[in-house]
């Protein structure tokens, strides 16, 4: 009678303890699920994670089934805020306690080692969406999301709106970055973005908001064509901002849209919105 086979408890281990190569598998699988899901190509994220792994140079953890890796989470500290970038488990490993060790693991690293006093997430692939089930539930705030989509053919329908004529609408310009930063910084004051990522919170963060969307992949490849700054015709000032990314062929990402709060209500947001699509 043959012997019963162990069943060995997952088993979460450093990152920078692994070849980047032992993460291949698991990162094809994730970007097939970006793709499937959202129609986001994830391999120039997935294609950072190997190149930092390799480095030994990428803080994290990944989950050991059998010993071979079928999850994995990563973070940064910046200052007193930490980030976890993101958290993925192959389906047959997507469970809340499995879930629940990964970023239990970050967690402790960064309120520990790291001393930070903050930490923000938007985690796209979390099975766990209770938030009582979270590690550390009583120190969370959770804000949960509509991921909206608008079909291509309906675009040429929008008619342009009652803002028209109020601001000059001009295509993205460098030169505006740091009126841009300015007015994101203006318009979420008391907003409840200003509360999930308080890089909203100041100009300072906004600029390095913004330098982050234009030179990394994590909201998609910034696309320059169809981003937009709107100027207030009797100051020559940025008045509002509209940029967008790439996440694939024929699949588009507004990744900020916002205007000062004097224009709220104007019509100037569906304008740049409008252009953009």
């Known amino acids: 009678m043959a012997a019963a086979r162990e069943i060995r408890a997952p088993q979460v281990v450093d990152l920078r303890q692994l070849p980047a190569q032992s993460l291949d598998t698991m990162l094809d ?67 809340a306690a499995n879930e629940a060790l990964l970023l239990e693991a970050a967690l402790g690293d960064l309120f520990g080692p790291c001393c930070v006093s903050r930490v923000e997430s938007q985690l796209m692939m979390l099975r766990m969406r209770e938030r009582d089930s979270l590690p550390r539930a009583e120190f969370l705030a959770a804000h949960p999301r509509q991921f909206m989509v608008m079909d291509a053919a309906r675009i ?16 993205w310009s460098p030169r505006r970055h740091e009126e841009a930063a300015q007015v994101i910084e203006a318009a979420y004051q008391g ?41 207030d015709v009797w100051t020559g000032r940025a008045c509002g901002v509209c940029l967008t990314s790439m996440l694939s062929a024929g699949m588009g990402h507004v990744t900020q849209i916002c205007v000062v709060p004097s224009l709220k209500g104007s019509g100037l947001g569906y304008e740049l919105l409008r252009r953009s699509l």
């Open 191 to 231: 907003h409840i973005d200003g509360e999930v990522n308080d890089q909203y919170r100041s100009a300072a963060g906004a600029r390095r908001f913004l330098a982050n969307i234009m030179q990394y992949p994590g909201c998609g490849l910034f696309f320059q064509p169809a981003s937009y700054v709107a100027v």
């Open 156 to 171: 040429t329908g929008l008619k342009p709106g009652r803002a028209a004529r109020k601001a000059l609408v001009e295509n």
């Open 29 to 95: 699988l994730e970007v097939s699920e970006w793709q499937t899901l959202l129609g986001w190509d994830f391999r120039p994220s997935a294609d950072l994670v190997r190149r930092f792994v390799g480095m030994q140079s990428l803080s994290g953890y990944a989950l050991l089934s059998d010993g071979v890796t079928a999850g994995y989470t990563y973070f940064v500290a910046e200052g007193e805020k930490g980030l976890i970038g993101d958290l993925y488990l192959v389906e047959t490993q997507r469970t």
